[in-house]
DNA sequence: TTTCTATCTGCAATCGTTTGCATATACATA
DNA sequence: TATGTATATGCAAACGATTGCAGATAGAAA
């Protein structure tokens, strides 16, 4: 045995065929006889033949190969679409490249430049908290390659995406608060350059308009949903002239920030104030109280992400028009928010 | 603009010189001059030229491509290991194909030739909980191409690897619970086939024969950690001759199940009953009480997974020798296991 | 002028497949 | 015999870069 990785050159010269038929035969072109594939599959195994995908992405043009640009591996509501979407590629023979922008736009939209460099199919992205600009995604370098975005997408453009009823969630978190009979729901949600809490934050809007109950807003913030953050704004918020009696926040590790401020400040909850969160990730259970959440189905979109760059890769027409899924949303009320 | 995509071809024809003088311009080979190199990459830039990285791949047999294989992406230890990998081969210069075992052997074997055929220049994995026969990992046509496994790896066999001092986590946990008064320590563990959960039972009978305490097999169980086979293991320890006084589950999710069923079942924790887990996952600072677990720094595993197998690729020298890292750990008391 | 370096550039093979087209064979049909 | 139709196989040109080697050019030294 050769140190040199075996080739279907070497097949071909021990059966004693041409590489032309070797290659159709190891991918069970119809042209070549049963007994001929057979032969030279067992002179492949013999050898230790290896296919090689990458020259065969070169020549074919067909790397089989789907880039994925996400903030960070390492959220939860990330993790468990990423998982879908691994597992559902490599139903369709497809494999994942995994870049993480680290939330820079900058960084983002270098990762598209490497993930083309890469001869990806395609390209699934979920934006970084910041990005302005989508226009990386439209040069005329892209052309062919379909993208498809998800959760965090561009917000004043037409575009393939899957998103959750962002609208609706924070549409449903909202109208639940006030129907336990809260006046002053806060909204601690992060920056509006952020499709997903753009349509909260709308929702929220929607649904005090619609039980008439002014917005006020010294009530909202918008920030990065981290723990230091979401005390800051709760220390303004219960030292400013209206209390509030509810607080909705966008995350769920800004909501069990609040539960713990309250703990550290003699605010009891649910009875001095309602909590609701969104994601419902498995910490949102564990606390005391559990919280009040919005499900989002991760495993749903993961999958349905998957599924349409495979449709936008297979469908050969050249689509001119855009498609837009939403996953619905559940609310799930917890102790949270109960009456007491 | 041409359809076509703009090659090296395509630059030389516009500068009016040679393909590999543009290329050489293009990777900033030293000799050439840098007025070409200047008026070449105008070029390039004028063209909207893309490198393609699978051409360069094939030709010079190096795919910057590392493989990962793991048993899914959503598991907390896992993704945040993911995120430092990913990040680390990144200023490399290197890319990450993930792939997902599902904790099944079988498809775990499959994905190392999937990988093998993208021509990865190496592997980092961690195997599924049932991963016995690790053959696969030193096929000959594995040749070359380094392996690196961390957290669950194989368990008589010499390979490179990075694991959590398992051994002395277990001893710790033990010997703390032991130190808090505690005589009937049961240990849930995951399946010992898996490397980590044996080093950490091993861990746990030495504290036990440090401390005089007998091993009782009717203490320990051997299972996957979800919380429904932990219920199980509760409802026998508690129907048993002898009643725990501690329990020391081998993950989280495993020690949450505990808390609650304590709640369940008016064992009150920690008077009645210690417990402690393993991993630090967010949830733990969540529960109440608190659980103590062990730390695992999941971020510098990932990190020297990437080190590590970076220097095998890099190192020209046919290293015959193996190398194994070990990231410390940290027991983490909580209120879970406190004296009364 | 000649010769020698040093510096730059080009030729052409190569990486391992895929694939359009041509060809070969066998058998049936006219 | 000539023709047609499947079926099976081979030829050779791609795909887009890299790279060993040879060659060209220019300036300096002899």
Redesign the pocket.
């Known amino acids: 045995m050769k140190d ?6 070497d ?2 010269r021990e059966v ?12 069970d ?9 057979l032969k030279v599959k067992a002179a492949a195994e013999k050898l230790g ?4 995908a ?3 992405a ?5 790397s089989k190969i789907i880039g994925l640009i996400v903030p960070r591996v390492s959220m939860p509501f990330q993790s468990a679409v990423i998982t879908s979407i691994q597992n559902r590629l490599h139903t369709y023979g497809y494999n994942l490249m995994v870049c993480q922008s680290n939330e820079s736009p900058e960084l983002e939209k270098k990762l598209v430049d490497l993930l083309l460099a890469t001869q990806v199919e395609g390209l699934i992205v979920s934006s970084t908290l910041y990005t302005k600009d989508y226009s990386v995604f439209e040069r005329p370098s892209m052309r062919g390659i379909p993208v498809v975005f998800y959760d965090r997408v561009p917000k004043d453009k037409a575009c393939h995406k899957i998103v959750g009823d962002e609208f609706n969630g924070g549409y449903q978190v909202t109208k639940h608060l006030l129907e336990q009979g809260c006046k002053h729901i806060a909204h601690i949600s992060g920056p509006l350059s952020c499709s997903i809490y753009q349509h909260r934050f709308n929702g929220y809007k929607e649904a005090l308009n619609e039980y008439d109950v002014p917005y006020n807003e010294d009530l909202v913030f918008f920030h990065e949903l981290n723990k230091e953050n979401t005390f800051i704004s709760c220390d303004k918020l219960f030292a400013g002239k209206i209390v509030p009696d509810a607080i909705f926040a966008c995350n769920d590790t800004a909501a069990l920030a609040v539960i713990e401020y309250g703990e550290g400040n003699n605010i009891s909850i649910p009875s001095d104030l309602k909590v609701a969160g969104y994601s419902n990730d498995n910490r949102v259970e564990i606390s005391r109280p559990k919280i009040t959440s919005v499900e989002q189905f991760p495993h749903l979109m993961g999958d349905g992400a998957a599924k349409l760059i495979m449709d936008l890769i297979q469908s050969t027409e050249n689509n001119k028009s855009y498609i837009s899924l939403t996953t619905s949303i559940e609310l799930i009320k917890r102790e949270s928010s109960s009456r007491v």
């Open positions: 040199q990785p075996v080739t279907i050159k097949i071909a004693g065929m041409s590489v032309s038929s070797i290659s159709r035969a190891l991918s072109h119809p042209h070549i006889s049963e007994e001929t594939k033949y290896r296919y090689n990458l020259a065969a070169l020549r074919s043009s067909r």
